[in-house]
């Protein structure tokens, strides 16, 4: 049995998704497997796209990240780098001064108690930041002294900074308590006196001035500066290791005359950013260490929050490209399938259009072959009939007339039946010429005159007085209005209207009209009636051909037919055709 | 009315002329299309019925020697080719299908020497 090829999908979208897997069709399509395209070609499109902003992402925050550090570095090592010449400064211009002072004056003025109170006055003028001064002799006895403490007559035989001052020719100490109980730095220069004997000009230096001069460099809360010795105790307060003398353990960073940055490796936020260095002056090396701490999260906290954001934005962006590619792949995937589901039916067609012309030709063989030995029964059968009719002997005899009538009936059916075949091969090919159709009409229903008569059956023509002969395979046409007009008559009882109207629509149609008052096609054959082999007149000789060949006919003709139809009422069939075929549809 | 009935099909022409001629009208039969123009030759027809397919000259064929002979003649097409399909230089041809209905054929045949009369 041949199908009927079936409109199988709608343009619908993500019609693919929906696809239901037909065996006929799948043999014709290119792909199999649309779903799986469909997310191949997703992740091949948003691996392309969105992989570049990925990485240049990734590699931006990179070098954002590196460019806050070494931006950190860089402040951090200018800080330090700046506190340690201002302390430097600091004690090598004091320094300095008590050079100046043992060198330009001589031992008697200095060891005067009133001549040092003065030169402790103008230092404090001139420099400030000096607390007391005095005059030690190389056995620890203070031989003079001037300031607030009351310290005249001590002995610092056994102080650490003496026996250190004692050896070198200048000297500066930690910050430590001592006997005023104060932190306090001394610093003091060696030298001899008129009778070749060694003494110290020792000054105590105010921590808090010291103090000052380097919180002057403290930016901001976040960033910690402060000193501490050799052995990594405070010699100022820190805001993160605590009061002064408190022991930091932290590494004590290794010996460097330059300024240097340390950088954790971890980068949780409470990591620091050391810079440190080494006070180193001209004349001496000092027990200090210069520390700068700078906490990353927060220097870095601006950056981090521009990132952030920056974050949001790439991953908004990679959303809405996501979006758009699927929208895009699923468009795109559902345009193929649609167009490869077009291709598969076309092809469908086509292969059971060459079936149907295959079976077409072998059944106009047969029928062919058939024909003339039935065209010889009938006859043969007729003038048996006609024999005993014109005859008197066997007039009456019922039973021979009742047989031959039946071997006739048969022979009339098998005789629609091949040409019926026969008229399903013509489908296949197409032979124009002018045809005049209200003469085929004419034709046609000159056939019925009889029956038009006998049944009392009312015929009317209308054709539109400007349609024009219309070009077409004249064949064809006729075979369809024959068809319909037979179909007409069946279906007509008597006393009842056929009425054909032909009309033109300029340009290019004409329509054809076959309108009978017969009983008309139920609902459910409407949709069946263009089907192969489907017939209701199965006892009244049909053979469910006509209408499947009359459609096939029309659409040969590149026209359109329509049916309407009420039960009981009638049928109205409407066949469309162009006046002139297309000459690349022929085929 | 002088009629020819030409078919290879000799039973069937046979049958065809004693149908005919019960009902009235006289029918020679040819048996090939060269019978045909050789029975044309000697007598005037008003009307030949012609099988489209033979063996020697075919139905159109004939039909064209015919009409040079009795240019006055009427032609009817009987085929087994079923459906009716007239193109081109036949578009005004009477065709008749296989197997042949004796009325139609006589109303046919009426219809074609008289074709005033309705």
């Known amino acids: ?587 | 009315m002088k009629i020819i009935l030409v078919d290879d099909e000799k039973k069937f022409i046979n049958m065809l002329a004693k149908r005919l001629s019960l009902r009235g009208l006289n029918a020679d039969v040819a048996y090939s299309g060269e019978e045909a123009v050789e029975k044309a030759a000697h007598t005037p027809y008003d009307l030949a019925v012609l099988d489209l397919k033979m063996p020697g000259i075919s139905g159109f064929a004939l039909k064209q020697k015919l009409l040079e002979m009795q240019p006055e003649i009427k032609l009817i097409f009987v085929t087994g080719h079923g459906a009716i399909d007239k193109n081109g230089d036949h578009s005004d041809d009477i065709f008749l299908a296989k197997p042949l209905n004796i009325d139609t054929l006589i109303e046919t045949i009426h219809q074609t020497i008289h074709p005033d009369k309705q």
């Open chain 1, 1 to 587: 049995m041949i199908r009927t090829p079936q409109i199988l999908q709608k343009q619908e979208w993500l019609a693919f998704l929906f696809h239901r897997h037909n065996s006929h069709l799948a043999s014709f399509h290119t792909f199999s497997n649309y779903r799986r395209i469909w997310i191949i070609s997703i992740i091949i499109l948003a691996v392309t796209s969105l992989s570049p902003l990925v990485m240049a992402t990734f590699i931006n925050q990179r070098l954002i990240r590196q460019a806050v550090d070494s931006e950190l570095v860089l402040q951090t090592e200018r800080v330090t780098s700046n506190a340690k010449r201002s302390m430097r400064f600091f004690l090598e211009e004091r320094l300095n001064a008590l050079r100046f002072i043992v060198n330009e004056l001589p031992y008697y003025a200095l060891i005067d108690n009133t001549h040092l109170a003065e030169i402790l006055s103008n230092l404090k003028l001139g420099f400030g930041g000096f607390t007391d001064l005095s005059i030690i002799d190389a056995d620890g006895s203070q031989v003079a002294y001037t300031g607030p403490f009351n310290l005249e007559g001590k002995n610092y035989k056994t102080q650490p900074w003496f026996i250190r001052s004692i050896e070198s020719d200048n000297f500066i100490s930690e910050v430590f308590t001592g006997y005023r109980d104060v932190p306090h730095i001394i610093i003091a220069v060696r030298s001899i006196n008129a009778l070749g004997r060694i003494f110290i000009l020792r000054a105590t230096l105010d921590t808090q001035r010291l103090m000052d001069t380097l919180l002057s460099y403290k930016t901001n809360v976040h960033t910690d500066i402060f000193l501490m010795n050799h052995t990594g105790v405070l010699q100022t307060p820190s805001s993160t290791y605590g009061k002064i003398f408190t022991h930091t353990h932290l590494d004590i960073p290794e010996f460097s005359t330059r300024t240097n940055v340390i950088q954790p490796e971890n980068l949780s936020d409470n990591a620091f950013v050391t810079g440190y260095s080494y006070i180193i002056t001209e004349a001496v090396t000092t027990p200090f260490i210069l520390m700068v701490n700078k906490k990353k999260s927060v220097v870095m906290g601006t950056w981090l929050n521009l990132g952030q954001t920056f974050n949001w934005i790439i991953g908004i962006s990679c959303l809405v490209m996501m979006i758009i590619i699927t929208l895009v792949s699923t468009f795109m995937v559902n345009k193929l399938y649609l167009a490869d589901n077009t291709k598969a039916e076309t092809m469908m067609k086509m292969e059971q259009s060459q079936q149907l012309a295959g079976i077409g030709q072998l059944a106009a063989g047969i029928a062919h072959e058939i024909n003339n030995p039935l065209a010889l029964i009938n006859e043969t059968a007729g003038y048996l009939k006609d024999l005993y009719h014109y005859t008197d002997e066997h007039q009456n005899d019922e039973e021979v007339m009742e047989n031959l009538d039946t071997i006739l009936e048969a022979v009339s059916r098998c005789g629609t039946i091949t040409s019926q075949l026969l008229g399903f091969v013509r489908q296949f090919d197409v032979q124009t010429s002018n045809v005049d159709v209200e003469k085929l009409i004419t034709g046609i229903l000159r056939f019925h005159k009889k029956e038009t008569e006998y049944k009392g059956i009312h015929v009317t023509t209308e054709i539109a007085p400007e349609t024009p002969a219309i070009e077409t395979d004249r064949g064809k046409l006729q075979q369809v209005l024959l068809n319909l007009i037979n179909n007409a008559f069946q279906a007509i009882e008597a006393n009842g209207c056929l009425d054909i109207t032909v009309s033109h629509l300029p340009p290019g149609h004409i329509f054809i009209e076959i309108k009978d008052t017969g009983c008309g096609i139920p609902e459910e054959n409407l949709k069946r009636i263009h089907e192969p082999f489907f017939s209701t007149k199965k006892e009244k000789m049909g053979t469910g051909l006509g209408l499947s060949i009359t459609y096939g006919l029309v659409k040969k003709l590149q026209g359109n037919i329509r049916v309407e139809s009420s039960e009981g009422v009638g049928t109205i069939f409407t066949v469309t055709l162009p006046v002139k075929m297309k000459k690349e549809d022929k085929t």
